[in-house]
């Protein structure tokens, strides 16, 4: 830290001062960026689960898991997978993506959501976001997409490379969703099937439909770091009983049920959720209306203690999102922009656990041969945004 | 089980029934195929995870489960993953299995370690086995390899389809393991490397050296069926430590270390096995010496129980394997072989759960497109192979 802040500047020096100051009156140091939160509830569904002896990929507590998952988002059928990427590679697996076609995939957005699409052999082709989601933004999704590709014969090409377009995937950001129905008619207008990155986002509500629930298959996770968890494990959320279908016969190496017979009718995936994992999601599922309440007690606190200072603002849900407030996100003003490695220093020196968002993904040299749009907006909110700690029991709740 | 039984000639129940009746000397019905043993003590571990709060993919659990891995298959690293298709499908890449190649893959063997050829846009070849071990036989494979291909600047290509030739993978096939020193020699002739598919193998040793650790990478399987588990889980094996940082990187989503940033240089993987799952794993390997013992009991009881049975014998460890019998396997003789159906109705009507062996992968419709020599072993084997229940409890030990 002495080093960093000896080559500080004055002004850079008090403004990063005011920023751990700021949200040191929210959290104690030492906080990391996210972590679980389990009550002695959750021992039992475990040791019931060791006891019973089915800990594996089939048992009730991923039958149950699944239908409390269903239940909660309103969607007929969800299907537990071993992760949020797995959830990922099925979901474009299912809506059709094949080896060599191209996904549109937001600029701003974890690896593993391009990362999936190169599981199919198929083409990230990046958009750029709007900044008050940080989401796909509609309109410049669709005027670039004017530009640069046709339908032919009812499927979407791109023009310049000549393959063909075969879905969009959205991420609700930090759990914030973006404006689904400007892209959902996007998606119409080309005739592309739209999948919901909802990694971050059980509990966000987007016009009162749950996170992942409005386009064709949505996908959660439940990685050590997300709201609830369940050590590893994902989620497929979908309406439609046919793509339910499917994912789920993937999920389990494509084999067709037979008394004994061991035949395949396709190229599967061994990425059915352990039942040992499911039990700890239901014991989590118990908690998440409190986690939730915690998840916007602790916003709110941010909210509040950034509300007087200048040059950094509290990233909000828009307002059609109901967010979960997976990651709370400072974002710098525009000329602080320069700053913003001196505040993750100095946060993180303090002890305050925080980073920048994900690196824009069009800018790694792993997807340079990509195709994407412009992404200027992608570009300056890399530099302006930071996400400090929110775990849910950093929440200071009333008795 | 009526239905079956009034169907069948004479000559055919009594022998279907002295094998049921052989089958349930040694094990008492109901008995499934294969299920994991845990014992009291499994629960602490488990329960400290929780406790600890550090369920997820990073954690002491995974270290520590890494390093007795390490210890007991005796190679320097051992990298934990979410399931044993997740270590195949990495296994192919770290060896640089690229698209558009082809794989050497025994006919007879689980799904997956074609399944995971496939994961990389290459192509599964399959060969023919031999009777001993059901493992590749080197001999045919070394002739149809001299037949078919041809090497170009130190690579091996078919000389029908004209892809590159990337890699041999063997199976351990239910723990017994087959003879590596001449597939190695044969993989040296042709500059192939090779894997070993060892996933029911924990345990099992050729020539004194654990399963998994002859060839360049090992692959271990966790699964709910295997002799220990984690619920979901598998493993590498390497001797290369430049294999082995390489699988640790892609399978942490190839992210490079960095405070806060988050850069990755290449398409990678989000398949570090849970600390929760690993914490299950630790538990179950300090049964393993004592889950081995019950396990060859039980494939000693099986010897005896079938020693004067005409027409079936029971498979046993090649003599340079020392096989952990993951699977026990009754072969029926040559002529019998149309009886086997009825042998699998009668016992799983008798509630003595038992399968075929994996169907012949290149005979299913899926891998159609695939190359192949001829396969006269694999599909007689396929006819006569019956795997009969190997739970580790089922084995009646002395007190």
Redo the contacts between chains.
Sequence with gaps: MVETSRALAPTTKVFVETIVNSVCTVVNAPAVLH??T?DAN??AP??DC??S??????GSYVDGFEQRLSAFTGVPQAIAV?????ALHLAYRIVGVK?GDEVIVPSLT???TA?AV??L?AIPHFVDCEPSSIGIDANAMRQYLSDISEIRQGRLFNCVTGRRIAAVVVTHVFGHSPDLNAILSVCNEFNLPLIEDAAGAIGSFYKGQHAGTVGHVGVLSF???KVI????GGALLTRDPHLAARAKHLST???IPH????????????Y??????AA?GCAQLDTLDDLLLRKRSLANAYVAAFTNIEGVGVLTEPSDSQSNYWLNALVLAPQKATERDAV?AGL?DAGVM???I??PLNA???FSHCPSMQTPVAKDLYNRVINVPSSPSLAKLCP
Tied chains: 1, 2.
């Excluded at 002896?53 to 089939?58: H, L, P, T």
């Excluded at 008394?259 to 061994?270: A, F, L, P, R, V």
């Design positions: 972590e679980p389990f959750c021992w475990v040791k060791l006891d002896g089915w800990v594996s990929s089939v071993v992760n949020g990427t797995a080896a974890f690896v593993a990362n190169a599981y052999g990685n050590g770091n968890t369940t050590g590893g190496t494509a084999k008394k004994w017979e061991y035949c395949h009718d396709e190229i599967g995936y061994n059915r959720l352990p039942n040992l994992n700890l993750l993180n925080s980073r920048p994900w690196h790694l040299p792993v």
